[in-house]
C-alpha cells in the first residue's frame, strides 16, 4: 500500500476513535450525568468516599476532565474541602484507565453488534434510549476503530527505517512523554492515546521502553487540559484542584521516568503480550500515584492555599463569577454555572428596586446615580451569559439540556428588559423630581411605594421558582400579573379621585404618577415572564392567547 495512503488510513482511524470517544462521553453525560453531578457531591464526605466516588463517576463518564470540572465547581463555590476534591481527583485518575482495561482485551467481534444496538436505541423517541444508543455507538466505534489501526500498522511492523526510527525515539524517553503529552493536550483523551498506543505496542511497532514512556506523557498530558483552559482572571482559588491533579501528576511522572529502564525490564518478564502490559501500566501508575498521596492530602491541600490564595480584593459586580470557559465539555456544570449567573441578576435587579423606593421616598440625586448604575451590571451580565450559553456545541446538549438553556435565556433576558425599565423610566423620573424639586402627595406615594415592595417580594419570588420550577409556586406569581392590572386600575382611579378633590399638588406630578404605575406594572411583566410562563409552558398550562374567539 501507498505510504501516503496508509498515513490517511492511519489519521482516520484516529479520528474515528477519537470521535467514538466523544460519542460514548456525550451519551453516558446526557443519559446520566445529573445523577453524577449528584452522587459526585453527595460523596464528598470523607476522602475515602471522595476517592471512591470520583473512581465511579469517571469509570462511567470515561472523562475524569468531566469530573474534575465538576469537583472544581463544588471547590470553588466552598461546598467541599480542598482536600476531599484532590481526593476525587486521585480517583478519577484511576477510573479513566478502566475503559482502556477494558478495550485491551480482544472484544473487537463485539463491535457490530454494539452498533447494531445503539442504532436501534437511538432511533427511539425517548430521550433516555436515545442517550444509551449514542454510548453503544460510541463504543461500538472505537472498537472498530483499534481493530483498523492493528491491521495498519502489521505490514509495517518490520519496516527497517521504522524499526530504525523507533529504536531512536525509545532511547529519549523524555521525548516520548513531551510527545504523547502534547498529542494527549491537543485529543482532550487520554483513554484514546493510550488504546494508540498500546496498538502499537502490540505490533512491536514501539519498543516497551518507549511505549511506557509515552504512557507515563498522556497521563500528564491529561492534567494539562483542565489547567490551561480553566485558567481565567477568576479567583486564583478556583484553580488549586487542577494544579493540585498537575503537581501529583508531574511528580509521579518525574519519579516513573528515573526508574522506567529497569520497570520497563520487569514488567516484560512478567508480561509477554504488549498491549496488556501498557494497560496495566497505566493503571498501576495511577493506583501507585493515589496511595502515595492520599495520606498527605492534608499538608498538599495547605500547600497549594499558600500557591494560591483567594482573592480579597473587592469584585467587579458586573463580571461574570461562574461561566467557566472549561466547563463547556460538560453541559450539565455548565448550564449549572450559567443559572447561578442568572440568579446574580435577581439580585442586582433587587438592589435596583431597593434603590428606587428610597430616591421615591426620599430624593437623593447622589443615591439615584449609584441605583442606576446597577443598570449596568445587568447589561454585562446578561450579555455574558447570552455568549457562553450560545457558545455550547448544541451536539453536546440533550432535549433536557436545551430546555434548560431557553429558560435561562428567558429569566436572564426578562431581567435585564425590566432593569431597562427601571433605569430609564422610574429612576429617570425620580431624578426629574429631585431636580425639580417636586414631591408626590402622601397617599400617591405610599401607594407606590406599596407596589414597590410587591415589586420586589415578587422578584425573590421568581428567583427560587427559576432553581426549583414548582408549577403551584409559578402560578402564584403568574396570577400576580393579574392583580397588577387591578393594581394599576385601582391606583389610577384614586388618583384622579384625588386630581378632583385637589389633593395633588400640580399636573406635572400627575403625569409622573400616572407613568410610575404603567412603569411598575410593565416590570412586573417581565418578572412573571421570566420564571413563570416557562415553567407553566412546559407543562401546557398557558393559553395562545387573552382574546375571546367568535365562537
Known amino acids: 500500500m501507498d505510504l501516503s495512503l496508509t498515513i490517511l488510513n492511519l489519521a482516520g482511524s484516529v479520528a474515528l476513535l477519537l470521535w467514538g470517544v466523544h460519542m460514548a462521553r456525550t451519551g453516558v453525560q446526557r443519559a446520566f450525568g445529573a445523577k453524577l453531578r449528584s452522587a459526585l457531591g453527595g460523596a464528598l464526605r470523607n476522602r475515602l468516599a471522595a476517592f471512591a466516588a470520583g473512581l465511579g463517576v469517571t469509570a462511567v463518564l470515561q472523562s475524569s476532565t468531566a469530573t474534575g470540572l465538576m469537583v472544581a465547581s463544588f471547590a470553588a463555590g466552598g461546598f467541599v474541602d480542598l482536600t476531599a476534591a484532590l481526593a476525587v481527583m486521585l480517583g478519577a485518575n484511576v477510573g479513566t484507565t478502566l475503559i482502556v482495561q477494558a478495550l485491551s482485551f480482544d472484544v473487537a467481534e463485539i463491535a457490530p453488534a454494539l452498533i447494531l444496538v445503539g442504532v436501534i436505541l437511538f432511533r427511539r423517541a425517548a430521550a433516555a434510549p436515545r442517550d444509551l444508543g449514542r454510548a453503544a455507538i460510541g463504543l461500538g466505534l472505537m472498537l472498530m476503530a483499534l ?299 405610599d401607594e407606590i411605594l406599596r407596589i414597590v415592595d410587591r415589586l420586589i417580594a415578587n422578584v425573590r419570588t421568581a428567583a427560587s421558582l427559576f432553581m426549583t420550577g414548582d408549577e403551584r409556586a409559578a402560578r402564584q406569581l403568574a396570577a400576580e400579573k393579574e392583580a397588577f392590572r387591578a393594581l394599576e386600575v385601582d391606583a389610577t382611579d384614586a388618583h384622579f379621585e384625588r386630581l378632583r378633590s385637589g389633593r395633588v399638588d400640580s399636573a406635572e406630578t400627575s403625569a409622573l404618577h400616572l407613568d410610575a404605575l404603567r412603569d411598575l406594572k410593565a416590570v412586573n411583566t417581565h418578572i412573571v415572564a421570566a420564571a413563570a410562563y416557562p415553567v407553566l409552558a412546559s407543562r401546557g398550562e398557558l393559553l395562545s392567547t387573552r382574546i375571546r374567539g367568535d365562537a
Not at 254 to 283: C, G, M, Q, Y
Not at 355 to 380: C, F, H, S, W, Y
Open 147 to 445: 481493530h483498523q489501526l492493528l491491521g495498519l500498522l502489521t505490514p509495517y511492523e518490520d519496516v527497517p527505517s521504522l524499526r530504525l526510527l523507533l529504536g531512536a525515539i525509545a532511547t529519549e524517553p523524555v521525548l516520548d512523554v513531551i510527545v504523547a503529552a502534547g498529542l494527549t493536550w491537543a485529543t482532550h483523551s487520554s483513554a484514546a492515546v493510550v488504546l494508540v498506543i498500546m496498538s502499537l505496542a502490540a505490533k512491536g511497532t514501539a519498543p516497551p521502553l518507549a511505549a511506557l514512556a509515552m504512557a507515563l506523557g498522556a497521563n500528564l498530558g491529561a492534567a494539562l487540559n483542565p489547567w490551561f483552559e480553566g485558567v481565567s482572571d477568576a479567583d486564583p482559588a478556583a484553580r488549586r484542584v487542577a494544579l493540585g491533579n498537575l503537581i501529583n501528576r508531574a511528580v509521579g511522572v518525574a519519579v516513573a521516568l528515573a526508574f522506567l529502564s529497569t520497570i520497563s525490564r520487569f514488567l516484560v518478564t512478567v508480561e509477554s503480550d504488549n498491549a496488556r502490559l501498557v494497560a496495566d501500566f497505566h493503571t498501576a501508575f495511577n493506583v501507585v500515584l493515589a496511595l502515595v498521596f492520599m495520606p498527605l492530602l492534608t499538608p498538599f491541600a495547605a500547600l497549594l492555599k499558600r500557591m494560591l490564595p483567594a482573592r480579597v480584593d473587592p469584585a467587579d459586580p458586573s463580571r461574570p463569577l461562574y461561566l467557566d470557559p472549561a466547563a463547556a465539555e460538560a453541559p450539565a456544570i455548565a448550564l449549572g454555572g450559567a443559572a447561578r449567573e442568572a440568579l446574580r441578576l435577581a439580585d442586582a435587579l433587587e438592589a435596583m428596586l431597593d434603590g428606587m423606593r428610597d430616591a421615591l421616598a426620599n430624593p437623593d440625586r447622589r443615591q439615584i446615580g449609584e441605583t442606576k448604575r446597577l443598570d449596568d451590571v445587568l447589561d454585562k451580565l446578561n450579555a455574558a451569559i447570552k455568549a457562553y450559553l450560545t457558545g455550547l456545541d448544541p451536539e453536546a446538549l440533550s432535549a433536557a439540556d436545551h430546555r434548560r438553556l431557553r429558560d435561562i435565556l428567558t429569566f436572564s433576558t426578562n431581567l435585564e428588559q425590566a432593569g431597562d425599565i427601571v433605569d430609564r423610566g422610574l429612576l429617570a423620573m425620580a431624578t426629574k423630581m429631585a431636580k425639580r424639586g417636586v414631591v408626590f402627595s402622601e397617599s400617591g406615594r
